[in-house]
């Protein structure tokens, strides 16, 4: 039987819904770490579960680093995967049980699940699209990820100096250079409940109240502030260079242009959002590869 634990990255949660997360991770896998980027109520995750192990440097480090120092502690305590999740972000029933299934192929480094997003009212919003029972993909979210501890470390662990955002992908990059498989088991899913947005720009709220549901979609942003937009556009310049020659280059800049341009048309601080992309752009291209 394959030792099987969780690591959750928290900043700042929501204790009700990390409470909610953590007791559906719990009765699927036998231990659960958790570390904490600074949080202003880290004792109150404390008190949560004291089963639960909470590490905390007592400052935000970032995602990358975070999950380093989790399978770090996993591989020392000789798990032999790990499974990732973000701290707002509901897992299905059974989704280990599912996975399980796939553990003893060796031609396999990651594991995911199918994702639900729901609105503040609760409606499915978005969901990953699949006629297959398994799928053999090139990307997933950290968030739902079970990582091989073995091949982490055989890909030269996370990158730290992404901090956050493409930091999954570039993980799923370095799996797949290693000639291992990612498979998405789309009888396993986890739920993400995306709230109320943020109030955005005229064109934005017309798009939003549109009868289309194509043009609600395209016009659907996550209104991250700019400082989270830096690190998008930064890292998703960096990763193409990184990988140049191995992901579809036109392919990739384009989605990544198509979003920046969402956000410029679709969220109100758009010269923040203007100066922060340009910034991004700079630094991915500066930076030594």
């Not at 089963?51 to 440097?57: G, N, P």
């Not at 973000?86 to 299905?92: I, K, S, V, Y």
């Not at 503040?120 to 990307?139: A, C, F, G, H, M």
């Not at 549109?210 to 659907?220: G, I, V």
Request: with cysteine.
């Amino acid at each position: 039987m394959e030792k099987i634990c969780a690591g959750i990255v928290t900043y700042n949660p929501e204790i009700e819904l990390l409470i909610k997360n953590l007791n559906l991770i719990k009765r699927q896998v036998e231990k659960i770490y958790i570390f904490d980027n600074g949080s202003s109520n880290l004792e109150n995750i404390k008190e949560i579960d004291k089963d639960i192990e909470v590490i905390s440097v007592g400052k935000n480090v970032g995602i990358a680093k975070a999950l380093n120092n989790i399978m770090q502690h996993a591989s020392d305590e000789e798990y032999e995967w790990v499974l990732s999740m973000d701290q707002d972000t509901l897992l299905g029933e059974n989704v280990i049980k599912k996975y399980s299934e796939y553990l003893n192929d060796e031609s396999v480094g990651i594991l995911t699940l199918k994702v639900i997003r729901k609105s503040s009212e609760q409606k499915i919003i978005y969901e990953t699209p699949s006629n297959n029972l398994v799928d053999s993909v090139q990307r997933c979210p950290t968030s739902g990820m079970l990582l091989k501890t073995s091949l982490w470390e055989a890909a030269g662990k996370y990158d730290e100096w992404m901090f956050i955002d493409y930091v999954d992908y570039d993980m799923c990059q370095k799996i797949l250079l290693l000639d291992k498989k990612i498979l998405r088991i789309n009888e396993a899913y986890m739920i993400q409940n995306l709230g109320d947005t943020k109030e955005g720009s005229l064109l934005g709220k017309a798009f939003s109240r549109s009868k289309s549901l194509t043009l609600n979609r395209w016009a659907r942003t996550f209104n991250h502030n700019p400082n989270r937009n830096y690190y998008y556009m930064r890292n998703s310049i960096y990763f193409i260079r990184k990988y140049k020659n191995h992901i579809k280059v036109k392919q990739e800049v384009k989605k990544i242009f198509s979003w920046e341009l969402k956000k410029l048309l679709f969220e109100k601080q758009k010269l923040s959002q203007f100066l922060v992309i340009i910034k991004g752009i700079k630094d991915g291209i500066m930076v030594k590869i």
